[in-house]
C-alpha cells in the first residue's frame, strides 16, 4: 500500500523560500510518477509540479515555472518541491501525489493520481 506524509509547510513571509518533502513508502519514487497539487480556500485543486518516473523529467504549472523546483532523491524515496519568492497567493495546503500508469496528457489533471498525501499547510503573509 502506498503511503504519501508531507512535511515542510508553515507560516513565511512574501518573499520567503520553503522547501516541502514528501516521503514515500510502498512505492519506490523513481518507478512512480510524483507531484504536487494545492488548494487554497474555496479553489479547486491546482497542479504544481510533478516529476516523471524513470527519467524524471519535471514538469511545472506555466505560472508558477521559475520560482518553484521539483526533485527526487532515489535513495532517500523523497520527492521535494523547493518555492521561492513566495507570494500571499501561493498560500494553500499542498499535496504529494503519486501514479504508477499516468500518461503525459493526464499529468495536471487531479483525477489522474491515485495516492494522495494527507496535506501540508504553506501560509505567506504580506
Given at each position: ?12 513571509q512574501t518573499g520567503d523560500s520553503l522547501r516541502l518533502a514528501c516521503s514515500a513508502s ?101
Open positions: 500500500q502506498v503511503h504519501l506524509v508531507e512535511s515542510g509547510g508553515g507560516s513565511v510502498g512505492v519506490t519514487v523513481r518507478h512512480y510518477t510524483m507531484g504536487w497539487f494545492r488548494q487554497a480556500p474555496g479553489q479547486e485543486r491546482e497542479f504544481v509540479a510533478a516529476i516523471f518516473r524513470g527519467g524524471g523529467r519535471p514538469y511545472f504549472s506555466d505560472s508558477l515555472k521559475g520560482r518553484f523546483t521539483i526533485s527526487r532523491d532515489s535513495v532517500k524515496n523523497m520527492v521535494y518541491l523547493q518555492m521561492n519568492s513566495l507570494q500571499p497567493e501561493d498560500t494553500a495546503v499542498y499535496y504529494c501525489v503519486g501514479s504508477s500508469t499516468i500518461i503525459l496528457s493526464a499529468l495536471r489533471s487531479s483525477k489522474s493520481y491515485a495516492d494522495w498525501g494527507q496535506g501540508t499547510q504553506v501560509t505567506v503573509s504580506s
